[in-house]
């Protein structure tokens, strides 16, 4: 499995057969940056992205379901801000909470774009706002 430094984005490869299934304290060793993560989550997370396919479909499902969330939680917000203009405004905390768990998830920034489509296509209803 593959492990990302939060500060710094350096990637590590952990073997899953190895690791124990906990939560684990890290030192990154390019910038020296300290952090958990949880090994029973990303064992977890692995395993979902080789039932689902590739690693963008996976990453492109995240993104859809992060935003679905946000107009299903939030319909009527959603639909006053749009009305009004304002959707980026008023979304602004929520896309930011979404775009800290995407990338998370998706480690490197190579699906970052998906994101930005499941912003403009499902919260936007089709029209560019990121």
């Not at 990637?11 to 906990?22: G, Q, V």
């Not at 992205?49 to 319909?75: C, F, K, N, P």
């Not at 912003?119 to 706002?129: D, H, Q, S």
């Amino acid at each position: 499995m593959d492990i990302h430094c939060p500060r710094c984005r350096t990637r590590y490869h952990l073997e899953s057969a190895l690791t124990p299934r906990r939560v684990m304290r890290l030192r990154c060793a390019a910038c020296e940056h300290e952090f958990r993560i949880d090994l029973t989550d990303a064992a977890r997370r692995s395993s979902s992205r080789d039932r689902v396919g590739t690693d963008e479909v996976w990453a492109r499902r995240v993104a859809r379901t992060l935003i679905s969330d946000m107009v299903i939680y939030h319909r009527a917000r959603r639909d006053a801000a749009l009305s009004d203009g304002t959707l980026l405004d008023v979304f602004a905390e929520d896309l930011a909470v979404a775009w800290d768990v995407f990338r998370d998830r998706t480690g490197d920034g190579t699906y970052d774009h998906l994101f930005r489509d499941a912003v403009n296509t499902i919260l936007a209803a089709g029209r560019p706002l990121l």
